[in-house]
Each structure stands twice: as structure tokens, then as C-alpha cells.
């Protein structure tokens, strides 16, 4: 009789398990695998320790563990840094990853990758774009990845020539050859309003999947085309394409900037009893939206009565939005308040509520807002927007009068729009929030 052996576990094993360790077993599963590890004397090899640390910076609650680690770690290596700064990157916490990053004595081009996607992916486009910029300067090549992350941050800011110039940098280094890239280029060059161009690209790819369709419905819905957009979804269904989630909200989306109700009103139907599809969040902002927009706030209100979450900010602001339109102070000051109760801190609210008081008369209740406001030191969010001139990207922020020209762009702005610093009306203004340099 022969007894089968049990194969000795050594440990190289343990970082292929650990891989696997976050998405299947969660935080504990890491933390029994390590416990295994440490029993089998496996903790002191540097692959073993690389691979728990990613493991746990993988669980944003557990990214004070995996810093313990990587403090700890024996040898550091380039993978390890990268590992420890996608981790605070995932947990959102930038400051700390801009930090480590800058630390880090030797950066390869997944080290680049890594806190460029993660200043994308948390919304810092600018800081992306300066740090793709300093990529280059350094001598390191973009790859895929590097590329993919550059496309989103262009087409959150407008930058149409920087996003042209990176697809030209794709098809001379052939990294357009799947869906992925084209619904990357597809996507900025609709965020740009370069509708042509997004046709174009979508119309030469080969293999569209459903993300290729949803982003040319978003882009066309994002800049008011709705009838190209539903003709985009009609072709799709003709591909036998099943559309998701994504596709309702671009079609509810495009329905409310072209004010076409009964067709928003018949997807948002559809959508339950064609798709199996349960409007979350998103598709109810978007159907408010286009209610409001109608002035249909009876319906409005009723889908927000009737809804299994609490409204978010998105939908009060879409209520909020359409009250504007039709000048209804009543359903405003009901979806301020709501918007309050949200986010407390945010004196934007506040300002808004306060000026509903004022134009409907109510000259106490405002001054109380006003009063609340300046006693728990609420902020405001500032305005931000980008230009783009020569391949450089200029940012400005409300009030901002940071910018080496701005004496220059005052006169411009006056001579063309009758704008002095004078004739500003700051009704009540608050302080913004601190933006970064």
C-alpha cells in the first residue's frame, strides 16, 4: 500500500495565496494565513513580507497594519514601495501616497503607474498630469496602464490636445489594439465634447463590448445629443448587446438634458420590467432630474417618497435644480434643507437656503442661516476649472488670484465682459476650502 505524501510547503506558495486572500477571504483570511506564516518561520523572507503587506493594503481598514509591515520589512524593494503607496491610494488617503512616493529611492514605471492612477481615481486630475509629466522628464516610458489613467484625467479636465497628442503616442507605439484603450479614447474624447472624434474611434473598433456602447451613450448624453444617444442603444440592442446599469443612467441622463420625458419616462420603466434592472441611486438622480427639469415635481416627489434608500445629494440637488427653473421656494427650501442634514459643514447649502429666504422675504430666517453659518464655521467648497494653452493646463479656483498673470486676465475680462473686481456682488460669501498649490 502506498501512503501519498503530503508535499512540503515552502514559501513561495504563500504570496500566491495571499494574492487570493483579500477579494475571497477578506481581512481575516490574511491575518490567518499570516498567523500560518509566522508558525512556519516564513515571515523573515522579503517575497513573503512584499506579499502581506499588499495583502493588507488591500483592506483600507487595514492599511495602519500594512504600514506597520512595511516599517518593519528587513529589505525594501521597489515592489514593496509600490505596493505600500497603491494601498493608501486605494484607501483614499493621497497625502500619505504623494509622500511615500516621493520618498522612494529607485521608481519604475509601475511605481509611476501606481500614483498616477491613484491621483485619477481620487479625483486629483491636475496632480496626475504634472506627475505624467514628470514621468517623462525622468526617462520612464508610459505603458497601457500609464496611458489609460492619463485618458480619464484629460477628460475630466477638457484637455483635447494633451488627450490627441497621447493618441498619437498610441498608434506609434501600438497600444491601441484592444477595447479597452479605444473606450479610453472614446471616453476623453466625449468628456471633451469631441463627439466626431469619439464616433470615429468607437466606429473603427473591432471588438466592442458593452462598456465601448455605454461610452458613446454617455458621451453623446453628456453634452445634450439624446436622440444620438437613444440611436446609439437602439444599435446596440440590434447587436444583441445587454445593456447594464451604466447604459440607464446615460439614456436617463440624455433624456433629461433633452427634456424628452415620456421616452426617460418609458427607460426608467423599461429598464425594471425589460432588463431586470432595479433603479439605484443613480438612475433616480437622473429621473428627478429630468422631472425636474420638466417641472413635473408632483412625480418628483413621489419618486423620492417612494424610494428603498435615502436620497443622496445627487437627487435633492436634481429636485433642487428644477425648483430653480420654475422658481418653486417651497420645494427648494425642503430639498436645502435635506441637503444640509446630509453635509452640514457644507456653507454652500447654507448660502443657497439663505438666499431663498431673501427672495421670498423672509429677511429674519435668513440672517439666522447667515448667523449659524459664521458660528460653526461651515465652508465652502471653491469653483474650479482648467484651460488649456499650448499644452500647458492652467487651473483657477474661485477668488484665486494666485495665477503669475492675473493683473493681465483682469483687464482682458473686463474689456470683453464689463467685469472689475468692484462689481462683484459677494452676498454673504464664505470662506472657501484650502485648495492645493
Known amino acids: 500500500m502506498v501512503r501519498n505524501k503530503r508535499p512540503k510547503v515552502t514559501h513561495f506558495i504563500y504570496p500566491h495565496v495571499l494574492k487570493s486572500c483579500p477579494e475571497v477571504l477578506g481581512s481575516d483570511g490574511t491575518k490567518m494565513v499570516h498567523t500560518q506564516i509566522v508558525r512556519t518561520g516564513y515571515d523573515e523572507y522579503p517575497v513573503v513580507q512584499t506579499a502581506l503587506l499588499d495583502a493588507y493594503s488591500r483592506v483600507s481598514s487595514d492599511i495602519g497594519v500594512a504600514r506597520l509591515l512595511f516599517d518593519e520589512m528587513s529589505e525594501r524593494n521597489v515592489v514593496s514601495w509600490t505596493a505600500m503607496v497603491s494601498g493608501y491610494t486605494r484607501a483614499g488617503e493621497m497625502e500619505n501616497a504623494v509622500h511615500l512616493f516621493e520618498q522612494m529611492p529607485d521608481k519604475d514605471t509601475p511605481s509611476w503607474n501606481s500614483i498616477i492612477t491613484g491621483c485619477t481615481h481620487n479625483g486629483m486630475y491636475s496632480e496626475a498630469t504634472r506627475l505624467l509629466r514628470r514621468m517623462i522628464a525622468n526617462g520612464m516610458k508610459p505603458n497601457h ?116 420625458v415620456e421616452k426617460g419616462r418609458a427607460f426608467f420603466t423599461s429598464m425594471v420590467s425589460d432588463h431586470g434592472i432595479e433603479p439605484d441611486i443613480h438612475h433616480i438622480g437622473c429621473f428627478i432630474d429630468l422631472l425636474g427639469r420638466a417641472g413635473q415635481f408632483e412625480e418628483a416627489m413621489e419618486v423620492i417618497k417612494t424610494m428603498k434608500t435615502p436620497p443622496d445629494e445627487a437627487v435633492w440637488g436634481s429636485l433642487l435644480n428644477g425648483c430653480k427653473i420654475y422658481g418653486r421656494m417651497d420645494l427648494a427650501e425642503i430639498a436645502v434643507k435635506k441637503l444640509i442634514e446630509i453635509d452640514p459643514n457644507n456653507g454652500g447649502y447654507g448660502s443657497m437656503l439663505a438666499n431663498i429666504y431673501g427672495a421670498i422675504g423672509e429677511w429674519d430666517k435668513a440672517r439666522r442661516v447667515w448667523k449659524t453659518l459664521k458660528e460653526q464655521k461651515a465652508y465652502k467648497i471653491p469653483g474650479c476649472s482648467w484651460i488649456e494653452i499650448d499644452n500647458q493646463v492652467h487651473q483657477f479656483y474661485s477668488a484665486d488670484d494666485s495665477h503669475f498673470k492675473v493683473e493681465d486676465i483682469h483687464v482682458i475680462l473686463e474689456s470683453i465682459f464689463g467685469f472689475s473686481e468692484e462689481n462683484i456682488f459677494l452676498h454673504h460669501d464664505l470662506e472657501p476650502l484650502p485648495h492645493r498649490g
Open 145 to 260: 496602464v500609464t496611458v489609460l489613467c492619463s485618458l480619464s484625467a484629460f477628460g475630466h479636465t477638457g484637455m483635447l490636445q494633451l488627450g490627441k497628442s497621447t493618441h498619437g503616442y498610441i498608434l506609434r507605439n501600438q497600444l491601441g489594439s484592444n477595447s479597452r484603450m479605444a473606450n479610453g479614447l472614446v471616453d476623453m474624447y466625449g468628456k471633451c465634447g469631441s463627439l466626431k472624434e469619439a464616433r470615429k474611434v468607437f466606429d473603427e473598433t473591432p471588438h466592442r463590448n458593452l462598456t465601448s456602447w455605454n461610452s458613446m451613450i454617455n458621451s453623446f448624453a453628456l453634452h445634450g445629443q439624446s436622440e444620438s444617444a437613444i440611436r446609439i442603444f437602439e444599435e446596440m440592442l440590434q447587436h444583441d448587446v445587454t445593456p447594464d446599469n451604466v447604459t440607464f443612467v446615460g439614456l436617463l441622463n440624455a433624456c433629461a438634458h433633452g427634456g424628452l
